[in-house]
């Protein structure tokens, strides 16, 4: 067994028992990910260097008996958190050459807490999308293979390249951000967990903005454990972040062991959509089962504007995404154009600078935030909002969380559900809902799909009651004991 299929809180204890060093684990990683990034484009860019000097240091202050929650664990950092001195992209061209002169809050607070920084992971450009195709680095490849077929997989978007370092054990855990599903369904793609806490628990402040009523930071990794370990450090109020709220950070890693006895769990009919793999509903019946014999009682009941709720983000969206990146304009920083007038220059950039996908979640924003459109678009949206989050008050009032299937599909192949926008939009059916309520959603790996892909559930939790979020995804991770090597790890130095 290699350093790198330890799970990161395996990591965490054995660097503080002196098993091994952060120097072993973190090479152990930088070795993996050379051998298997160039199959599989999880990141960006890797900062060898830098982390082999991060983690001597760590090694020094654990030789002096030093505890830091995660001193000298080796984490991947998707590529939309500003590194100081270390370039970020968000996958996009326009902010190629970009080297922030600061870090984000959620990557000091890992800093501080004595993480190492392996390099930034790959993510569709600007976050949209959720089959990380449209990342101008390249797609990222799912470690995942349907048995015995060798067609390449996405790793689902936009945190694919997070995920896929995680599930191909290049780290033991990576940060992401969630903005419509983005964390969750390339966890569920890739068979492992990750947790979009509730908006306002990770500060925003240093993450390259696409929608910022709906953009949260959160943790990927192997384990339901390993994010509570890494949201921990994550969070926590932030005066830089106006939205960031004033709460305090409770012990998420001893919630995990809670169990499930005497909990209502909310099933939401809405979520049966008919359009759903035969497969995934039999999942989501066995993960019901399994709370239910853990000593949950099950309630049906009813989010009657969930029909609603896709349809609403891709208005909210890109309206705050067009706004947002109003500021790419050559100017101050990024790619530029020259033109021979600022007009031109504007245009000149942007045209070099930004993919398709995103011009059109610029021209759908600018569209519907139009004097003429604003009314009959944006603003009912924005009311719509509103009865999505008064389904999920009502709601929990009866039950302490709801759980539901992560996505309606496993991964699919790359090329698949490219040819109309639309369909590629309704992978984010189940996972958009809690973004618009800024509630908390974790997905957790629940077992196997008839051609061996994982599949995740979605466990909803009240505003900032991620402790709950996490003992409901700690009993269906107990009951699915979910342990099977995705495909190219399996094959390759296993
Ligand atoms: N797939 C969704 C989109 O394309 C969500 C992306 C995200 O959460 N960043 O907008």
Redesign the pocket.
């Known amino acids: 067994m290699s350093l790198c299929d330890l799970s990161l809180a395996e990591v965490r204890d054995g660097l503080r028992r002196r098993d091994f060093t952060s120097v072993d684990i973190t090479t152990a990683c930088l070795d993996a990910i050379a051998e298997l990034n160039p199959k599989l484009n999880a990141f960006v860019t890797v900062t060898g260097e830098r982390a082999l000097e991060q983690a001597a240091a760590a090694d020094r202050r654990l030789a002096a008996d030093e505890v830091a929650p995660l001193l000298g664990v080796p984490l991947a950092i998707k590529d939309l958190f500003c590194t100081a001195g270390v370039r970020t992209t968000a996958g996009s061209k326009i902010l190629g050459p970009f080297v922030p002169p600061y870090e984000s809050t959620v990557t000091a607070n890992l800093l501080r807490d004595g993480a190492v920084f392996l390099g930034k992971a790959n993510l569709d450009e600007f976050?949209?999308?959720?089959s990380n195709m449209t990342s101008a680095y390249g797609a990222v490849v799912n470690p995942w293979t349907r048995r015995g077929d060798n067609a390449q997989l996405v790793p689902g978007?936009?945190s694919g390249g997070s995920a896929a370092a995680v599930a191909a054990r290049l780290a033991p855990g990576a940060t992401a951000?969630?903005?419509?599903?983005?964390i969750r369904q390339p966890a569920s793609f890739c068979g492992i967990a990750g947790i979009k806490p509730t908006y306002g628990r990770c500060s925003r402040w240093g993450i390259v903005a696409?929608a910022s009523s709906l953009d949260q930071a959160g943790p990927m990794g192997r384990t339901v454990r390993d994010c509570a370990i890494m949201l921990a450090s994550m969070a926590g109020h932030d005066p830089k972040d106006s939205t960031s709220a004033e709460v305090p950070v409770p012990d998420f890693e001893a919630a995990c062991e809670r169990g499930v006895r005497g909990l209502r769990i909310g099933v939401p009919r809405e979520y049966r959509s008919d359009a759903m793999a035969p497969e995934i509903e039999a999942m989501w019946q066995q993960g019901l089962t399994w709370l239910r014999e853990q000593g949950a009682t099950l309630v049906d009941v009813s989010l009657p504007h969930t029909k609603y709720a896709l349809a609403t983000y891709y208005i909210v969206?890109p309206a705050e995404a067009s706004s947002n990146l109003a500021r790419y304009d050559g100017v101050r920083f990024g790619l530029r154009r020259e033109g021979a007038d600022l007009q031109e220059l504007y245009e000149n950039t942007r045209a070099a600078g930004f993919g398709d996908e995103v011009r059109r979640r610029v021209l759908i924003g600018t569209y519907v935030l139009s004097a003429g459109y604003y009314d009959a678009y944006y603003l009912r949206a924005q009311k719509l909002r509103a009865l999505i989050l008064r389904d999920f008050t009502e709601a929990f009032t009866k039950v302490d969380a709801l759980v539901t299937p992560t996505a309606p599909t496993a991964a699919f192949a790359m090329g698949e559900k490219m040819d109309d926008p639309v369909t590629m939009y309704l992978?984010?059916i189940f996972t958009v809902p809690a973004n618009m309520a800024g509630i908390p959603g974790l997905s957790v790996p629940a077992g196997l799909d008839v051609s061996g892909l994982p599949l995740g559930l979605q466990v909803l939790g009240k505003p900032f009651d991620e402790e709950t979020v996490f003992a409901v995804g700690g009993a269906i991770e107990r009951s699915a004991n979910f342990s099977t090597l995705p495909s190219l790890r399996a094959g390759a130095l296993s």
């Open positions: 976050a949209m999308g959720s978007g936009s951000t969630d903005t419509g599903g983005s696409f969206a992978n984010d």
